[in-house]
């Protein structure tokens, strides 16, 4: 029994890397494109290994005040700098500020939080995106995570998880009725991609998680948030506006 399991799980990981070779195609390396799975549509916004020092997360201006906004997170960027996309990146308080743990260019800003509680964040298993440690990318169960500790240059937390190992969070029910604008991040089984997601209109969770684990093949993904879920994506006409946020993570360029 145990062979089998082996090989069903040697399989599965072959056939998400099968799936994660073809995404290329949809959204392009360190850009965004459109891609239609179980009759939804998402935009998908692909980073890989080589671009992870340009991915950001932003939090606070240099006036200790929440960004808020794309608008200025532009601001930020240097001369010969230009946004390639950016989206709302976890869950936050009315302050703006993150509700988990956030920590930008290696220094923690907010600490991890393990416990239950109500709303999704607290719908366990949560966790946490992890970028610049011993993989360049990594979709983490919050409490694996506070076990043993790894090394990222940026992390945020948020919840709950979209797929874990390969399986949809248990509390998914595929006949719900709560749909929403939802957002989320995924990675490759190997650690060497990252995928961005947002749904075109509103999804369930079940449906969700089904882009991450049967559209992208990936096997570990996080959701990062829905109703307020913003994008950022000139290269797909894409430049939302509504509520401000909290945590934003997007992709910076070199143009010049």
Not at 152 to 175: E, K, W, Y
Request: aromatic share 8%; with cysteine; net charge neutral.
């Amino acid at each position: 029994m145990k062979t089998r399991l082996d090989l069903r799980r040697r399989l599965g990981v072959a056939a998400g890397m099968l799936l994660a070779m073809t995404v290329p195609a949809v959204a392009g390396s360190g850009g965004c494109g459109k891609l239609s799975h179980d009759g939804q549509g998402y935009v998908i916004c692909q980073v890989d290994a080589a671009q992870e020092p340009a991915l950001r997360l932003w939090q606070d201006g240099a006036d200790g005040k929440p960004l808020r906004n794309f608008a200025n997170v532009r601001k930020l960027l240097d001369q010969g700098q230009s946004l390639n996309f950016a989206m709302n990146a976890g869950m936050f308080h009315s302050d703006y500020r993150p509700v988990g743990l956030l920590i930008v260019d290696g220094e923690e800003l907010s600490p991890l939080t393990t416990a239950a509680s109500g709303g999704n964040f607290g719908m366990l298993p949560n966790g946490v995106f992890c970028t610049g440690g011993q993989r360049p990318f990594q979709v983490i169960e919050s409490r694996a995570f506070a076990d043993a500790w790894p090394e990222c240059r940026l992390a945020t937390q948020s919840g709950p998880m979209l797929v874990i190992d390969g399986n949809l969070h248990p509390r998914f029910l595929v006949d719900s009725d709560s749909r929403y604008i939802r957002n989320g991040v995924g990675v490759s089984p190997d650690g060497q991609t990252a995928w961005f997601a947002i749904s075109d209109r509103p999804v369930t969770f079940h449906e969700f998680g089904r882009l991450f684990r049967d559209g992208l093949g990936v096997r570990d993904a996080l959701y990062f948030d829905g109703s307020i879920s913003r994008l950022y994506a000139p290269g797909v006409n894409r430049a939302d506006f509504g509520r401000s946020l909290g945590p934003m993570i997007g992709l910076v360029d070199q143009t010049g």
